[in-house]
C-alpha cells in the first residue's frame, strides 16, 4: 500500500505518480526542515521519528542535495514534467526515480503505520474533492471568450505541505500535441477548518482560472505586446502612474497583470461568485488601474462573439483613453487589507527586531521569516535609516515592553492578553492607506522565545487584519468582513 494508493509506475496515471510524489517529497521536505518544519497536519510527522531510516534513504539524499539550489515550487514542476515523460534536468530525474522507488518499498518499510496514513489521505481526499466537482475551468473560458482550448485542470491536496499560500503550489505540463494538464496542489488539514486559511470552493477555482486565464493571454499578447512596446509615450504615462503603487513597474507585463486578475473577476460574475479576494489581491499587487480593467472586461463579456477582436484592438483603446486610467491610478487605494495580500504585497518590507533580544533568537526569526524578506534590521539600525517609513515592516517585539510595536497595537487599540497555554502571538497590520503609504505589520508577544518559534508560515494564508494565536494556533481573526472594508 503506497501513501496515496498510488499502483506500481508502470500502471499508474501521469495524475497518480505526480500526487505520489509529490506527497512522498513533501513528507521528507519536512523532515529536511527538522525544528523548522510546518505542515498542514503536523500530528503526522510523527513517522519522521520512528523511522529514522527514512533519513538515508535515496530520495531524501536526493532531495536534500537539489533543494540546496532549488525552491519546492521549481522541484514540483519537474516531478510532474518527468510524469508526463518530459525531459528534466538530471537531478530531478534521479530524485522523481527515487520517489518511485521510496514508494514501492513503502508498504514493507512502513508496516502498520502505512494502513493509518492511507486512511488520512483517503479522508482528505473525501473532503478536499467536493470543494472541486464540477470544475471547468477551461468551459468557463470559452463561455467568456468564445474561444476553445485544450485544458484540463487537476486539483491534488497534500498532508504534508503547508496549508496556504506557503504550501499553494502549480505546475503546468504542455505535451507535444499540444495538449495541456495544470496541476495545483496545497496543504489541506484534517485538525483545523479549512476556511481559516482560505481553502474553499472559490479560492480553488481561483486558482484552477489561473491558467484558464493565462493561456488565453499568452496567445494574443506576441501582438498585443509587440505593439504597446512601440508606444513610448503611452509607456511613460502608464509607467509613472503606477509607480506610486509598487516598488517596481515592467512595461508591458504590468497591463497583462491587470488583465489577468480583471479576466478572473469576470469569470466570478459569469459563475455569479463574489470577486472580493480578486479585487484585494489586485489591491496588494499595487494594479492601481484595476476598476478600469475590471469595467473594460465586464463590457468585452457581454458579447463572446467579439471577445477576441476587441481584446486585441486594447492597445489603440489604452491609447485613446489613457486619462481614464491615470485618473483611476489616482484615486487608488493601494494599501493591502489582510495579512496574506501585505505579505504577497509587491513592496519592499525589512524584519524589525529589537536591540536587546539575543543573536541567537534574531538568527531564528530571521531564518523562519526569510520566506518573505531578506532584509534584516535590528531596531536602532532601522530608526537611523534616513527615513524609515520608505519601506514596509514587520516588527516584532514583546507588548508592553518594546516601543515600536506598542506604537503599533496602540494605532489599532490593540491589546495582547495572556492565554493558559502560552504561545501567545497578536499580529496585527495597520489599515490600508492610500499610494505611497506603506504598511506595517506588528508580532507581538510576552515571552520573546515565542517570536522565535513563530515562523511567517503560521500567518501567510490569513485573510484577516488581525490575528490572534495561543499555543502557536491561531484562535481568533478578524475575518473577512474585514477585507471588504
Known amino acids: 500500500m503506497s501513501l496515496t494508493g498510488c499502483p506500481p509506475v508502470p500502471q499508474a496515471t501521469a495524475e497518480e505518480r505526480i500526487a505520489e510524489r509529490v506527497e512522498l517529497m513533501a513528507l521528507l521536505w519536512q523532515m529536511l526542515d527538522g525544528d523548522t518544519a510546518y505542515c498542514a497536519n503536523p500530528r503526522l510527522l510523527m513517522v519522521t521519528k520512528v523511522l ?27 516531478l510532474a514534467a518527468e510524469a508526463h515523460g518530459l525531459g528534466v534536468d538530471p537531478a530531478l530525474h534521479a530524485l522523481a526515480s527515487a520517489l518511485d522507488r521510496l514508494s514501492e518499498r513503502w508498504d514493507g518499510l512502513l508496516q502498520a503505520l502505512a494502513v493509518p496514513l492511507h486512511k488520512a489521505y483517503r ?3 473525501q473532503r478536499a474533492d467536493p470543494l472541486v466537482a464540477g470544475f ?14 485544450a485544458l484540463t485542470i487537476a486539483i491534488l491536496p497534500s498532508l ?4 496556504p499560500q506557503s504550501g499553494r503550489h502549480s505546475a503546468l505540463v504542455v505535451a507535444p500535441g499540444g495538449q495541456a494538464t495544470g496541476y495545483l496542489f496545497y496543504g489541506f488539514p484534517l485538525d483545523n477548518d479549512p476556511a481559516r486559511f482560505g481553502i474553499n470552493s472559490s479560492w480553488l477555482l481561483g486558482g484552477a482560472w489561473h491558467y484558464a486565464v493565462t493561456r488565453f493571454i499568452a496567445r494574443h499578447w506576441p501582438a498585443v505586446g509587440k505593439e504597446l512596446q512601440a508606444s513610448p509615450a503611452l509607456e511613460t504615462a502608464l509607467v509613472t502612474a503606477l509607480a506610486d503603487h509598487r516598488a517596481d513597474v515592467a512595461w508591458p507585463q504590468c497591463i497583462a497583470e491587470h488583465l489577468t486578475i480583471a479576466l478572473k473577476c469576470a469569470l466570478c460574475r459569469q459563475a455569479g461568485l463574489a470577486d472580493l479576494v480578486h479585487r484585494a489581491f489586485a489591491k496588494a499587487q499595487g494594479a492601481a488601474f484595476f476598476d478600469w480593467f475590471a469595467e473594460w472586461t465586464g463590457g468585452l463579456a457581454r458579447s463572446p462573439g467579439t471577445f477576441v477582436a476587441e481584446f486585441e484592438r486594447l492597445p489603440e483603446i489604452l491609447a485613446a483613453r489613457q486619462d481614464e486610467l491615470i485618473v483611476t491610478a489616482v484615486a487608488a ?3 493591502p487589507v489582510s495579512i496574506n495580500f501585505a505579505l504577497s504585497s509587491r513592496q519592499d518590507r525589512v524584519l524589525v527586531v529589537p536591540d536587546h533580544w539575543s543573536e541567537e533568537l534574531a538568527e531564528r526569526i530571521r531564518r523562519r521569516w526569510s520566506l518573505v524578506s531578506r532584509v534584516f534590521e535590528r531596531e536602532s539600525a ?10 514596509c515592516v514587520i516588527a516584532f517585539g514583546q507588548a508592553g515592553h518594546d516601543r515600536l510595536v506598542d506604537s503599533l497595537l496602540d494605532a489599532g487599540g490593540l491589546t495582547l492578553d495572556r492565554s493558559g497555554e502560552g504561545g501567545d502571538v497578536l499580529v496585527a497590520l495597520s489599515r490600508p492607506e492610500r499610494a505611497l503609504k506603506p504598511w506595517q505589520l506588528a508580532v507581538a508577544v510576552h515571552d520573546p522565545e515565542v517570536a522565535g518559534n513563530f515562523a511567517a508560515e503560521h500567518v501567510m494564508a490569513l485573510f484577516h487584519r488581525t490575528a490572534r494565536f495561543a499555543g502557536y494556533q491561531l484562535v481568533e481573526g478578524d475575518g473577512m468582513a474585514a477585507v471588504a472594508a
Open 333 to 335: 487605494r493601494s494599501g
Open 382 to 391: 532601522w530608526r537611523a535609516r534616513p527615513d524609515p517609513s520608505q519601506a
Open 136 to 149: 471547468d475551468p477551461a468551459g468557463d473560458m470559452q463561455a467568456l471568450t468564445g474561444e476553445c482550448d
Open 123 to 125: 479522508e482528505m481526499r
Open 160 to 163: 504534508f505541505l503547508p496549508p
Open 52 to 78: 529514522p531510516e527514512l533519513e538515508h534513504d535515496p530520495a531524501t539524499v536526493e532531495l536534500s542535495v537539489l533543494r540546496e539550489g532549488a525552491g519546492r515550487d521549481r522541484i514540483i514542476k519537474g
